[in-house]
């Protein structure tokens, strides 16, 4: 005999089917936040300044002494640096600012002891 109780097949495959939409419509929200993250992601990145050809890292202090003089991209940039140009850079090590030993602006600027 054929049991009334169980679910017929139509039934499962209505809910299955529900069940489906709704991770799908899911799995949608999550693309279309992944697609905003990159593409804010993008802007900023095409809105970041360039990096400063010559930079000077400062002491703690708000009006510290300049410590070290470092190419732009140099990996040992500290959290207080500023961006100059070449002439404040040069002017820097000509007064005894110290070159950072890993980038050597002082090489690269023409400025030897």
């Not at 400062?58 to 070290?68: E, H, K, M, S, T």
Request: include cysteine.
């Amino acid at each position: 005999m054929h049991d009334q109780s169980a679910p017929d097949r139509l039934s499962q495959l209505r809910f299955l089917e529900r069940v489906q939409l709704r991770h799908l419509e899911e799995t949608r929200r999550w693309i279309s936040a992944e697609e905003r993250r990159q593409e804010e992601q993008q802007r900023g990145e095409q809105a970041r300044p360039p990096t400063p050809d010559w930079v000077i890292d400062y002491g703690l202090n708000r009006d510290g002494l300049p410590l070290a003089v470092h190419v732009g991209d140099c990996h040992m940039l500290g959290k207080r640096a500023r961006g100059v140009d070449a002439g404040v850079a040069r002017r820097a090590l000509v007064e005894g600012v110290k070159a950072c030993g890993h980038c050597r602006p002082d090489t690269a600027l023409g400025v030897l002891d």
